[in-house]
């Protein structure tokens, strides 16, 4: 079920008014509805691939409640080991096998040595990738004591199963959803309003900026060979555009629709096409996913607290597997390398850092340098990721850098236009938890205005229904 149909805008309005008034009195019942719509939820794509969710939730929560009765390290090494294997175990069947086989054949193919292997036809299950860093997030801090395991079975599966979160994050911590479902929750006006606000600005994201984006990014990825190399660049800022809006869309309108319902998700996106260097950029792009990485392979990996040898071998590994993360092709692989490649420099030779002034109205020079260069090279990154193969990604690139660089571009340059004060926006809101944060503005006619510009642009400008892009991840 996508945020921006119209199954959506049934189920959620249905389930909302039911989940406060039917189920508002009693929080075990309250919880076991949320169960319940979530596997709804998740059904609308493919129901049996709900017995994945469910035995990730069992062992999880079994593991949990075993590592609470032992203190044998040994035995609690098991535990955990049963866990990351088996949620680990999921992804490399459903997500890399047919990759790793093909991988071990080509290897093979280096020396002479022909092997013929038979591929799987495996239909990947949506966010297999989300709910299963979030699970392993519970066993890992139970195994280092930083959470006490929960025997509310129910609150259990709802943490897991929660469906504005359920197939493309926030990826969520126990340590901080987990305990939400164990309190009883009540209305809070101004967190829906501003859970509105969120939905609001994330459907214009969505359905005005990715979606718009998506039907000229696909047309110039898929004429690469003829198109000028001005056109390609743009292709690829148009791309850059539509991830953005598609994904940091996405975040928006889960973080609202939680917010509707007395919870508080994680921030995902902080403006990230403003960073002054990589290092920020991660800071401020998929944040729930760059934290987890963090916290669970690049610090108990030491960190950056170690040789420079070891700092390099860190930080490749934490971007490498981050580019694995996101699918089974060597040119994820490699779009993570680039952003390894770029944070390590960073860490070795810019760590100092000019943050923003709330009281300019623009960027310093140095600053906008900074952010015009960190743009493109994410830019230029983000062309790997689109790409189906590694050596289409260079073709594309070398005829961006041609002659042809410097000629007309063949897209509509309002669509440009659009993108530019799109920027200007965030760039004015920067300081503010979202972009439609506006109930600072003092002047109610200026606040209702842009309300309805948004509502406006949604019925007339929004591009054709696109599927969120990270579903396949």
């Not at 092997?115 to 860093?133: A, D, M, Q, R």
């Not at 996913?289 to 669970?296: A, C, G, I, V």
């Not at 040789?307 to 993360?325: E, M, Y």
Request: charged share 15%; with cysteine.
């Amino acid at each position: 079920m996508l945020f921006n149909t119209v199954d959506f805008a049934i189920f959620f309005p249905t389930v909302l008014l039911l989940y406060w008034t039917v189920f508002k009195k009693s929080l075990s019942l309250q919880n076991f509805f949320l169960v319940v719509v979530s596997y709804i939820f998740y059904a609308f794509w493919d129901w049996r691939f709900l017995s994945l969710i469910f035995l990730s939730t069992i062992v999880d929560y079994s593991v949990g409640l075993w590592l609470g009765k032992t203190q044998n390290l040994t035995k609690r090494k098991l535990l955990l080991g049963i866990s990351l294997v088996f949620n680990l175990g999921l992804l490399m069947t459903f997500k890399y096998f047919n990759f790793f086989v093909e991988t071990f054949v080509d290897a093979f193919a280096l020396f002479g040595t022909s092997l013929k292997v038979t591929s799987w036809n495996i239909l990947l299950p949506v966010g297999i990738s989300f709910y299963t860093f979030q699970t392993m997030s519970y066993t890992i801090d139970l195994y280092r004591k930083r959470i006490e395991p929960t025997k509310d079975i129910v609150a259990f599966f709802a943490f897991v199963s929660f469906f504005p979160q359920l197939v493309a994050g926030p990826i969520e911590r126990a340590s901080h959803l987990l305990p939400q479902f164990k309190v009883k929750r009540t209305f809070n006006y101004n967190a829906s309003v501003d859970g509105l606000r969120l939905i609001l600005g994330g459907l214009f994201k969505k359905m005005v900026i990715a979606d718009n984006c998506a039907l000229l990014v696909n047309n110039i990825f898929a004429n690469y060979e003829v198109a000028s190399g001005s056109t390609l660049f743009f292709g690829a800022v148009f791309f850059a555009f539509q991830i953005y809006g598609d994904f940091s869309g996405y975040s928006d309108i889960a973080i609202g629709t939680a917010r509707l319902m007395g919870f508080d998700l994680m921030k995902n996106f902080n403006y990230p096409y403003l960073s002054q260097n990589f290092s920020e950029f991660w800071r401020r792009w998929h944040i729930s996913l760059s934290t987890w990485f963090r916290d669970y392979v690049y610090i108990p990996l030491g960190g950056s607290r170690v040789s420079k040898g070891r700092l390099v071998f860190n930080v490749f590994v934490v971007f490498i597997v981050s580019g694995l993360w996101h699918g089974a092709n060597l040119t994820f692989v490699f779009w993570g390398f680039i952003h390894g490649l770029f944070v390590l420099l960073v860490l070795l030779f810019f760590k100092k850092e000019t943050p923003f002034s709330s009281e300019r109205i623009l960027p310093t020079f140095g600053q906008l340098i900074r952010i015009g260069a960190t743009f493109f090279v994410v830019v230029i990154a983000w062309i790997f990721f689109r790409s189906e193969t590694i050596s289409m990604a260079f073709q594309y690139i070398g005829r961006i850098f041609s002659p042809s660089l410097f000629s007309k571009p063949e897209i509509p340059m309002s669509g440009a236009l659009y993108l530019f004060l799109f920027m200007v926006f965030e760039w004015i809101q920067r300081s503010r938890e979202h972009i439609l944060d506006i109930g600072y503005l003092k002047n109610k006619w200026l606040r209702y205005g842009i309300y309805y510009c948004v509502v406006f642009a949604l019925f007339y400008y929004a591009g054709d229904l696109q599927p969120f892009i990270y579903f396949q991840f």
